[in-house]
């Protein structure tokens, strides 16, 4: 018999963005995220150093700005961090190591892409099919990039997916009613 499962779920993923106003008020107006709290403001005393430097991988001479916490309606909170460092590099690409993107939920494709663009983001390629596991009517995806250049992938599946013919484990999926 295995051993009782511990963790429960995903909490949160962090983002490291230049300018944490700006990412902020990409994501509400793009993905209508809301601020939850701040656990380093951003006219507070950076924090740097060693220390930091260490628990969180840091380049020497790194400062983390400010700490914002984000909500988009169901799933993960989203934890912006304003990092400078002296050797700061553009944002990974998909073909990169790492987390490589998040995926938002919608059910109404073309117009989360809209509200997506309208805000300046940019939409890398028209909305594709699921791959096979995953198809069904109207089932599609699409990557985008944020102005910060985070990747950023809407994913739609109205109709039930292939996979779950296959197995009786399920990942989360929206409620529909």
């Not at 006219?43 to 916490?69: D, V």
């Not at 198809?135 to 599609?140: A, K, L, R, W």
């Amino acid at each position: 018999m295995g051993q009782a499962p511990t963790i429960s779920g995903i909490d949160h993923v962090g983002l490291a963005v230049r300018d944490i106003e700006a990412a902020t008020a990409f994501l509400k107006a793009a993905l209508g995220a809301e601020v939850i709290y701040e656990t380093l403001k951003r006219r507070s005393e950076p924090q740097g150093g060693p220390e930091t430097e260490q628990r969180l991988n840091l380049t020497p001479g790194s400062e983390i700005r400010a700490i914002r916490m984000l909500r988009v309606q169901n799933g993960p909170g989203i934890e912006l961090f304003e990092i400078a460092a002296p050797d700061q590099h553009q944002p990974a690409r998909a073909s990169d190591l790492g987390w490589q993107h998040i995926a938002v939920y919608t059910a109404d494709m073309e117009a989360a892409l809209e509200r997506f663009t309208a805000a300046g983001g940019i939409v890398l390629a028209p909305p594709h099919e699921l791959p096979p596991l995953e198809q069904g009517p109207s089932n599609q995806f699409c990557y985008t990039q944020a102005p910060f250049g985070a990747l950023i992938e809407f994913v739609s599946y109205p109709s039930t997916q292939l996979y779950t013919k296959h197995t009786s484990r399920r990942r989360w999926t929206p409620d529909r009613t």
